[in-house]
């Protein structure tokens, strides 16, 4: 079974463009979330999302967004990257039935901002 | 203050040494407690979870939780340099869904 799968592995951007970001879920899994890492902070919640609805949000600015298609796949959105931004972004992937917490992480999306 | 505080270590020990790795909290609310492990450049990966207070144990790994002191657990025997990595604690509340509090994560290197 495959896990789950974000594309690009590493991207370097500068400040004030935007990046969009790709996840793909485990096979049936319908919820995905949305992580951000970094040295200062550790990990971050930033959002969840079911059957293309946002079920919960972290506490983000609004310049951070992201959707779910109806295939589960997720894209997450930053606009007017700042410095601060440059982080390991990590997706997600549970069943969503429950909210037992249990997540299947993929190896992240490694942003830089210049 | 974080809700979730972890020592980041890093903390050393020589294979076969039993590992104790320990988080508190501040947030009575939480109910579920995870542990994840992270090696360098991976996401992290479940390794153990447990609902409200109590012990688990799954072969090696030994997780405990006790919600009167806000404090939970995570021990390894017989450690492996294989087990050398980042741990991660992590909880939620009832109904939060997967909007999970990570501490910080405690480096951890068994020697060989």
């Known amino acids: 079974k495959a896990g789950v799968t974000q594309t690009p592995r590493y991207l370097i951007k500068t400040r004030g463009q935007q990046v969009t970001l790709s996840c793909s879920p485990i096979s049936g899994h319908r919820s995905v979330s949305w992580y951000q890492q970094t040295p200062g902070q550790g990990l971050q919640f930033l959002f969840e999302y079911f059957s293309e609805t946002q079920r919960n949000k972290g506490n983000f600015p609004g310049r951070f967004s992201g959707r779910q298609f109806s295939n589960s796949r997720s894209e997450m959105n930053v606009s007017t990257l700042e410095l601060g931004d440059s982080a390991l972004y990590l997706c997600?992937?549970?069943?969503?039935?429950?909210?037992?917490?249990?997540?299947?992480f993929g190896e992240g999306s490694r942003l830089t901002v210049l | 203050q974080k809700e979730v505080e972890q020592d980041p270590g890093p903390l050393s020990v020589p294979e076969g040494a039993i590992v104790s790795l320990n988080c508190t909290y501040s947030?009575?609310?939480?109910?579920?407690f995870m542990w994840y492990r992270q090696y360098s450049r991976k996401g992290p990966e479940l390794l153990m979870y447990t609902y409200s207070s109590g012990n688990k144990e799954d072969g090696r790994f030994t997780a405990q939780v006790d919600k009167s002191s806000k404090y939970i657990s995570l021990f390894i025997r017989d450690s492996q340099p294989s087990d050398s990595a980042t741990y991660l604690c992590?909880?939620?509340?009832?109904?939060?869904?997967?909007?999970?509090?990570f501490g910080k994560g405690t480096s951890l290197l068994v020697t060989p």
């Open positions: 997600a992937s549970a069943p969503g039935l429950d909210d037992t917490g249990e997540l299947f």
């Open positions: 947030n009575s609310a939480f109910q579920y």
């Open positions: 992590a909880m939620s509340a009832r109904y939060s869904g997967y909007a999970l509090n």
